[in-house]
């Protein structure tokens, strides 16, 4: 599938300046975000289309190039193999165009292609799932946590040489990252053999990280859960991700919550919902009841005479509270009107007793039945 053009990814016109496009992206990856479009399933490849578009023309002499020669001045490089048209391995045409383009326009832009810009690389930002129970959500909590990262080496201070000394330019590429070399009427570069394209070499590697500049280790971090968390909250913690390379900063660390289900109380975002069992007897002459609240908390609520299964009670402020302020939630009462099983012979007769006096106490049942009559009788004729 054919690659949309990049101003039509951002929405500018061709010759918007940097600003314009710089606003185009901001508008786009917050209409985009992965986040905030989970019920989207290409939502994800769009938003990596936009960054892609952006890391395009927001650099002049990438835009330059894509300006010139579209698409086509990116190509090289990101596949390999073979390609048709009589250019083989790695001497292909796109490789052999962008080396043609850089021996014209390098100077011109002012940039050193090549390995010198990956010697210092961010690290990876990293992921952990948390699990907190409701309590701590609704207060919030300060949480220790074990993250296994990769982390700068103490005995090289990072560099991957041994003893912290700095690492050397290659002298195979001069510290470029890459090499030339003439096929033909064209100039073919390729990646430094020697140095990997870092540009750089170590000669005495660091014995405990083998020259990496990162060795492996569990951190005891402390998190602080904010009261109001909800099941999809986001924590980042900057600079807690893996450690970069040849002294790039760190990643950053997300924690991602999980609210444990809780075994009392239901909660729909800021509210709360606790289902309570009545006997009929209560159900029917009303009474009091005595329900928990979150924070451990006890409160007495009048059961109205005559209340049905599903009769819901507000108490205002029992819920949970907004996160980073903003107010707090309520607590409903459901009432459950339960009926009595594994009677006794006596409670039997006492039932029927109370069953034929109150006939005319039962409006929903005289109600629903006076209705069936009638459809009968309709039916009929």
Sequence with gaps: MAKRDYYEVLGVARGASEQEIKKAYRKKARELHPDSNSHKPDAEAQFKEVNEAYDCLKDPEKKAAYDRFGHAAFEGGMGGGRRPGGFHGQGDFAST???????LFGDFMGGQRGGGRQRA????????????????????????????TSVA?????GTGAEGGA??????????????????GFFTVERTCPTCSGLGQIIKNPCQTCHGAGR????????????????????????????????????GDLYIFIEV?????????????????????ASAALGGEIEVPSIDGGR???????????????????????????????????ELVVETPVNLTAKQKELLREFDAL????????????????????????
């Design 215 to 250: 060795v492996e280790k569990e951190r005891s971090l402390s998190v602080n859960i904010p009261a109001g968390v909800e099941t999809g909250t986001r924590i980042r913690l900057a600079g807690e991700g893996d450690a970069g390379t040849r002294g790039g900063p760190s």
């Design 166 to 183: 700095e690492p050397v330019s290659c002298p195979t590429c001069s510290g470029m990252g890459k090499v030339r070399a003439q096929q």
């Design 299 to 333: 409160s007495r609520v009048k059961v109205p005479a005559g209340s049905q299964t599903g009769k819901q009670m507000r108490l205002r402020g029992k819920g949970m509270p907004a996160l980073r302020g903003g107010g707090q939630g309520d607590m409903f009462i």
């Design 260 to 280: 444990a289900e809780h075994e009392i109380f239901k909660r729909d975002a800021q509210h709360l919902f606790c289902q309570v069992p009545v006997s009929v």
């Design 358 to 381: 109150s006939a005319e106490n039962n409006p929903q049942s005289s109600n629903f039945f006076t209705k069936v009559k009638n459809f009968w009788d309709e039916m009929k004729g």
């Design 153 to 157: 080496c103490a005995a090289c201070s």
């Design 97 to 103: 165009f962008s080396d043609v383009f850089d021996d």
């Design 121 to 148: 690389a961010r690290g990876s930002d990293l992921r952990y799932n948390l699990r907190v129970t409701l309590e701590e959500a609704y207060g919030g909590v300060q949480k220790t946590i074990n993250v296994p």
